[in-house]
């Protein structure tokens, strides 16, 4: 057997997750100095290194649909299958590349934690968990995985239980990932019919069972409340920014990944042939996803609420292009859903590295400052350069402006939508142009967003002492966050070599794929037709890069170079108080106005004093997450009435105890006798 | 090859030289409909001159993020006015970057504006950048829903291939072009800081967006970034000039009569355009801040119909 023969692989990658389960125990130990936590986090950083090389080579390999490694150790009902395939191994590289160098800012942030036996343990078992989903070939260790995964993530949520919020972050996130498992369990329980193949592979020979509507709509609730697909997004903005930064980071940049995977495989790969009215639900869904993730984003003041809100909407974003393959593929439109399937998964990869990157940043500012809360940051691009530099990067590449990597995702997905009138069906015709309108509002608004972000945390003048005296992170942040800043200019200028990446994930999923990029010349990418659309990263890159510095030469060396500093002129009259500046609230304030009367009920009154009277006025924003109250709400008080109502079987007497227990025999042998 | 490559540097030449004379054929006209003599034509050249020469004085906390980002929207700007065809169809970087990615250079631009407004910690840059990007949440999905109308049309996103389109037998007359036009036509007023969306002649906190932005540049930065906003207005007009009267521009690999007439052409065209905007300017006053969202509404409505019909009325190609 070669080294690079796909089952060897897949043993290695076996046993890379093997080594991060018995990481996870010696962190038990470990986690008493913070030397050991260290070597923890190196080691894991290592571990996942070695997977990411792993599972791309798995990808890239010539013969990429592999064997799946039996083990005999499986559970009671089966053998485990673990392997990978070309959409497990694109999603294992995404996923262990983010991993790593989370895993290397760790090493210097993990050493601030307050209690680090409680982070270091589960951390690798979260990142194995995660590991264990995507080599999953059978329905039971993929159940598996997940639950281990959302497990130890919740583990990591409640790590900081000292406060309210995060307490209630901890029992929301329990309940919706208790709930979105067991609609998983119950999907691959119709996948696998009256037979009971639990292996993928059985389940793909036993495919178009007719149960395909039900399994969508399970899959769309299952990985759907993972991914944080409005209306299931509600524990996501609480969970995420409980945990510390870099499990944050983890959270929401890779296993958000974890459960778009979810949805991919079950949907694209085990139910079979869709239908073209799949991809209807999926993209309302979708649109409505984007568009209320960033509009809540921007209502935000708290940053790390702010990256969790925002990761909803790309999420959207993701499952638009999900959406769009679905119908493409359904058609027999092959290169079109192969075009649409590789805009999701692009921008699943650049999410990955964005998302990571900001939340990394937001530690580094919540480590230096003890603050979270905008409205108590600014300046800081003075006193943290390389953190304002990178979360920079981050702040364009999530923005979806070129020529960072969040743009080729866009591009991509916005010539999958432009494809679409060769869709034969009706409904999909007319919501394609809306959702694209969607897409284009919620990336202009996203750009609104993250203005607010980096303008309010590192522009202006400091809003208090803490962010007055704060001082740069330490180098292994520094070089992760530079790291992934580099990744999302490289993905954004080399695009051709990701779409590439992702041809052998589109030849197994929809059957086609797109013509060969990286061969392109002048490192142009082509999805189509070069008469019809295409897109150079790096040399519009180059072209700006050669216009700045042909400006600036010009300018300053045969003009002026004169610079002087003086105060601020501020039409005449700059006020020396920080707190005149613009705050957050006030820089929402206009979107608010426009988009928030409808969507968050947003009333604004004055409280004015009376003539004479000296108080001072005040502003009272009013704001309604209306899902929360709408759906959840009402959820919580049947519950509440019903537990209420239950309680009261807890204290009765004996003979009542009896009476209902003989009622209730009595109620099932009648049940018993007619059901025959 | 060659051939490309020399037209996208004539192409990129004269955009940047041509932009100042565009403002001041716009001012000059302005003031001759107010009856005023008015400025000369070669003023803002004058304006540019004076300004870069000067020292510049910036605020005591400003970073470098307020140094540098002049430069930086300045070179978007220009790659982005540099991509669309004014007197000859056929650029060499037109394949490499089509219409969205002129739309995104553009919102890159504003982007770093908006920061570099938020970066002194004044209170007139926090309300310039905010309102700019409340304008932008609309304006550009608006640009954009009038982007996939042309491309749809034309079966293409690129700025070239729309625009040889346009000039070829095809093309013909549609509601949704019209519809297109229009959304167009409100976008450039709206990103253009001009009346009714924003006055740049004033300096009332009340009235003013772009102004506000940049209300602590001095110096070369100011003058910058003045050259920047007008070739950002060059190129709207180029844009609505080589898509909606594509007449006269000359073809990839015509002679050299036909670039000739094509740059006449395009002239007019521009001369044409700009008395139409500022007649539109004069003739109306300047809206409330929250009405400008409502204006630039009716241009995404009229985009996505746009869209929408040429989604369900023809196959695409």
């Known amino acids: 057997m070669s080294l690079a023969s796909p089952s060897c692989l897949s043993q290695l990658a076996a046993t890379g997750v093997g080594l991060l389960l018995v990481l996870a125990a010696l962190g038990i130990l470990a986690a008493r100095r913070t030397l050991g936590s260290r070597l923890i986090y190196a080691a894991c950083m290592l571990i996942c290194s070695g997977l990411a090389v792993i599972a791309l080579a798995a990808l890239l390999a010539p013969d990429s649909r592999s064997e799946a490694i039996e083990l005999a150790v499986g559970l009671p009902l089966g053998r485990t299958f673990l392997g990978f395939d070309p959409l497990s191994a694109a999603f294992a590289v995404i996923i262990n590349l983010a991993s790593a160098i989370v895993s290397g800012y760790a090493i210097g942030y993990g050493a601030h934690a307050r209690e680090p036996q409680r982070v270091v343990p589960f951390y690798p078992a979260f990142i194995a968990g995660m590991n264990l989903v995507l080599l999953a070939q059978d329905a039971f260790s993929f159940l598996v995985g997940w639950e281990f995964m959302s497990l130890a993530s919740w583990a990591l949520v409640v790590s900081e239980d000292t406060s309210e919020d995060n ?25 696998a019919g ?68 979810g949805f991919v495989r079950i949907i694209f790969d085990l139910a079979g042939p869709p239908s073209w009215w799949w991809s209807v639900p999926v993209l309302v869904v979708a649109g409505v996803t984007a568009l209320l993730g960033v509009l809540y984003a921007l209502m935000e003041h708290d940053l790390k609420r702010l990256l969790a809100y925002h990761t909803v909407e790309n999420i959207g974003i993701i499952f638009i292009g999900l959406g769009l393959a679905l119908a493409f593929e359904a058609n027999g439109l092959g290169v079109a859903a192969a075009l649409a399937l590789s805009a999701a998964i692009f921008h699943v990869f650049n999410h990955s590295l964005f998302k990571s990157l900001l939340f990394l940043g937001a530690g580094a500012v919540l480590n230096a400052t003890g603050e979270r809360d905008m409205e108590h940051l600014g300046g800081l691009i003075h006193r943290m350069p390389i953190t304002a530099v990178a979360f920079l990067a981050g702040c364009i590449a999530i923005s979806a402006l070129p020529p960072f990597n969040g743009f080729v995702s866009e591009w991509l997905t916005f010539q999958a939508i432009l494809v679409s009138p060769q869709l034969p069906q009706w409904i999909p015709r007319l919501l394609v142009p809306a959702i694209g309108a969607t897409l284009a509002c919620s990336a202009a608004l996203a750009a609104a967003c993250f203005v607010k972000a980096f303008g309010m945390t590192f522009l202006g003048r400091p809003r208090s002492d803490a962010a007055k005296a704060a001082s740069e992170t330490d180098r292994w942040s520094q070089s992760a966050m530079l790291a992934l800043a580099g990744l999302c200019l490289l993905a954004g200028i080399l695009p051709g070599f990701v779409i590439d990446g992702l041809a052998p994930v589109t030849r197994m999923l929809v059957g086609a794929r797109l013509a060969p990029q990286s061969t392109q010349p002048w490192l142009r990418i082509i999805p189509i037709d070069p008469a019809r659309s295409a897109y150079n990263g790096a040399l519009v890159f180059v072209m700006i890069l050669i216009a700045a510095a042909v400006t600036a030469f010009v300018v300053r060396r045969l003009a002026s170079n004169a610079l002087r500093r003086s105060p601020a002129w501020d039409c005449g009259f700059p006020d020396p108080s920080p707190a005149t500046q613009y705050t957050a609230g006030s820089f929402a304030q206009p979107i608010r106005h426009v988009f928030g009367s409808v969507v ?6 004055v409280v004015m004093a009376k003539p004479g009277e000296i ?32 309680n009261r079987l807890q204290f009765l007497t004996i003979r009542r105890y009896l009476t209902i227990v003989f009622a209730a025999l009595i109620l099932l042998l009648i049940i018993v006798g007619t059901w025959r | ?93 037109s394949a490499s970057a089509d219409l969205i990615v002129i739309v995104a250079l553009l919102g890159t631009a504003r982007f770093l504006l908006a920061l570099a407004g938020l970066d002194v910690g004044t209170s007139f840059g926090g309300i310039g950048s905010s309102r ?12 954009l829903m009038a982007v996939f109308t042309l491309s749809l049309f034309a079966g293409s996103t690129e700025l070239s291939s729309i625009s ?34 924003d006055n740049p002649a004033t300096h009332l906190e009340l009235t003013m967006v772009h102004e506000a932005m940049i209300l602590e540049y001095s110096g070369r930065h100011l003058a910058v970034i003045e050259a920047a906003a007008s070739l950002k207005l060059l190129l709207y007009l180029s844009l609505i000039a080589c898509v909606f009267i594509p007449w006269g521009t ?67 190609r």
Do not use: C
């Not at chain 1, 209630?168 to 369990?185: E, F, N, P, Q, S």
């Not at chain 1, 968050?600 to 009154?605: D, L, P, T, V």
């Open chain 1, 600 to 605: 968050f009920r947003a009333r604004e009154h």
């Open chain 1, 615 to 646: 108080s001072t006025a005040r502003l009272h924003v009013e704001l309604h997450d209306t899902i929360w109250e709408t759906l959840y709400l009402p959820i919580i008080r049947v519950v509440d009435v019903m537990a209420d109502r239950l």
């Open chain 2, 132 to 143: 700019e990007m409340m304008f932008a949440s609309l304006a550009e999905p608006a640009m």
């Open chain 1, 194 to 261: 009256p037979e009971g193949g639990y292996a993928f592979a059985q389940i793909r020979r036993a495919a178009a069972s007719g149960a395909g509507p039900v399994v969508l709509i399970l899959a769309l609730v299952g990985a759907g409340s993972k991914a944080g697909l409005v209306p299931l997004h509600a524990w996501l903005p609480l969970a995420h920014p409980a945990a510390p930064s870099h499990v944050s980071a983890l959270m929401s940049g890779v296993m958000t990944k974890v459960a778009v995977y």
């Open chain 1, 167 to 191: 307490r209630r972050a901890a029992i929301v996130y329990l309940i919706m990932a208790t709930g979105g498992a067991l609609t998983l369990l119950l999907a691959f329980g119709l996948l």
């Open chain 2, 1 to 93: 090859m060659t051939h490309e490559w020399l037209t996208q540097l004539a192409q990129a030449a004269l955009v940047l030289g041509l932009a100042p004379l565009l403002s001041g054929v716009t001012r000059k006209i302005r003031a001759r409909l107010l009856r005023r003599q008015g400025p000369s034509l070669v003023q803002p050249y004058r304006d540019l001159l004076k300004l870069i020469r000067k020292e510049a004085v910036i605020a005591e906390n400003a970073s470098w993020l307020f140094r540098a980002a002049p430069y930086v929207i300045f070179a978007t700007t220009w790659v982005a006015a540099a991509l669309v065809p004014t007197f000859a169809t056929g650029l060499m970087l």
């Open chain 2, 250 to 316: 000359a073809l990839s690999g015509a002679g050299a009569l036909a670039y000739a007439i094509g740059l006449g052409a395009y002239a007019i065209k521009l001369a044409a355009l700009a008395f139409l905007l500022v007649m539109f300017e004069t003739a109306t006053a300047k809206m409330r801040v929250f009405r400008v969202p409502e204006f630039l509404g009716v241009a995404l409505m009229l985009g996505l119909l746009g869209t929408i019909m040429l989604f369900v009325s023809r196959v695409s």
């Open chain 2, 164 to 197: 040889a389109y346009m000039l070829g037998p095809n093309a013909g007359v549609s509601i949704s072009l019209a519809l297109a036009l229009v959304a167009l036509v409100i976008v450039t007023i709206g990103e253009n800081a001009r009346i009714p969306v």
